[in-house]
């Protein structure tokens, strides 16, 4: 997991610029809520490495960093609160609602599903 968390953390940006599809959480210190999901998303982290190819990544960015993660990675993140769970699939941006382990993991495991249908289909001669 990429996390930016402070300033000598900016540089770890440049690992997901070539990335297909990020699964970020944004969070900010001393958010309860943040606090309170924090297990569920470390969890889940641990469970979708298997998933993850070289071109997916998850980030976990603090709120002082949301600007440099726009700069860098994509202007049009809908942020209303903390914390927000996104998907950046390709040019498509899905906000996540559930924050717990089992419904993030679901997620992670479509974009692969659905990563396997385009390989499928791309590699078929008609």
Partial sequence: MIRVHSQEDLGNLQHLENKKNILVRFVMDGCPWCV?????????????????????????????????????????????????????????????????????VKLLKRVKKSRKRTKKYKNKVY
């Fill in 36 to 104: 309170k999901t924090q297990p569920d998303w470390d969890n889940a982290c641990r469970q979708a490495r298997p998933l993850l190819t070289a071109n997916d990544a998850i980030a976990e960015i603090e709120s002082s960093f949301v600007e440099n993660f726009k700069h860098t990675i994509r202007k049009d993140i809908p942020l209303e609160g903390f914390p927000t769970i996104i998907m950046i699939q390709g040019s498509k941006v899905i906000h996540h609602e559930a924050r717990d382990t089992a419904s993030i």
